[in-house]
């Protein structure tokens, strides 16, 4: 894998982190809504490094990442995160790992977003995309959205436009990645999905790395295309005590999801990463009846 390419793809995860901050900021700007009266919310961003010997979990001497973290009167709160870190896992995590099972040597860079917005009626949204490379190169992510009430109109333009992104790239691609996402993130203690789903993909190597890549990149640009329209449709919207309540308690099952089950907060944590990055997914505050 060349270091042409890492840069590429770690750049591009930088320049995607920065757009994203920029039109949710605007977000903040334009609202006229319940809370307006409080200041617009603006990134804050904190920087971290990878420790050259991270305990168990890792070893090596490499990376870090930038936390972007805003709290306003459209987003509760909402994480932008972007690391790009290199060592050696650990010997148990290795053989989860394709590609390190002989040496446990790797680099991953990606971005990841949760957002969770003050307003009930504003879906809640997670979207990342990442690049690993051990002694195979691939790429991984997606998108899906939790409405905290069901809107069929929010579900029909977010679907719509991941499918067209996976459309312009291969017509498999969409009922593949759908149905993954709809697997991927099933709450399965309680029987129930974490949303309405997106897509989900890992493990993407076609053999052609400019086209993987490309499609990496088509699925940050729907999340910008589709997921803003959706928050401005919303935007200034009121909302009562009692729906709230409901956002809050669905805010718990997300809670339950990403400590219980996702990869990503397993793999964060295996190679060293800052805990407090990892689990900026987490909403500030939930309940559970």
């Known amino acids: 894998m060349s270091e042409e390419r890492k840069a590429r793809a770690a750049g591009w995860f930088e320049t995607l982190r920065n757009?994203?901050?920029?039109?949710f900021e605007r977000l903040e700007d334009d609202y006229a809504g319940l809370l307006r009266d409080l200041p617009a919310g603006r990134f804050e961003r904190k920087a971290w490094r990878r420790?050259?010997?991270?305990?168990?979990?890792?070893?090596?001497d490499g990376g870090g990442g930038v936390m972007a973290i805003m709290r306003g009167r459209v987003f509760e709160k909402v994480g932008v995160n972007v690391s790009t870190v290199h060592g050696r896992f650990s010997e148990d995590f290795r053989r989860q790992v394709p590609g390190a099972s002989?040496?446990?040597r790797f680099w991953a860079s990606g971005v990841s977003l949760v957002a969770h917005l003050q307003s009930p009626h504003v879906p809640a949204v997670h979207m990342n995309?990442?690049?690993?490379?051990?002694s195979q190169a691939w790429f991984g992510g997606g998108s899906d959205l939790t409405p905290m009430r069901p809107d069929e109109v929010d579900a029909m333009a977010f679907h719509a436009g991941l499918k067209a992104a996976c459309?312009?790239?291969?017509?498999?691609y969409h009922a593949r990645f759908k149905a993954w996402c709809d697997e991927y993130f099933y709450v399965k203690h309680r029987d129930e999905p974490r949303g309405i789903g997106g897509i989900f993909f890992d493990n993407l190597h076609s053999g052609d790395w400019e086209r993987d890549f490309a499609f990496v990149r088509d699925v940050g640009e729907s999340f910008l295309a589709t997921y803003l329209p959706i928050?401005?449709?919303?935007?200034?919207?009121?909302?009562?005590e009692e729906e709230r309540r409901d956002q809050l308690i669905r805010r718990g099952r997300y809670v339950e999801f990403n400590l219980l089950y996702?990869?990503?907060t397993l793999f964060g944590l295996k190679t060293g990463g800052n805990p407090e990055a990892i689990l900026m997914s987490l909403p500030p505050v939930a309940m559970w009846p």
């Open 51 to 60: 420790p050259a010997e991270a305990g168990d979990h890792a070893s090596g």
């Open 129 to 134: 995309t990442r690049h690993i490379v051990t």
């Open 167 to 172: 459309d312009r790239h291969d017509p498999a």
């Open 231 to 240: 928050v401005r449709r919303h935007l200034d919207q009121p909302w009562t």
């Open 19 to 23: 757009r994203i901050c920029e039109a």
């Open 262 to 264: 996702d990869r990503g």
């Open 102 to 104: 002989a040496d446990g």
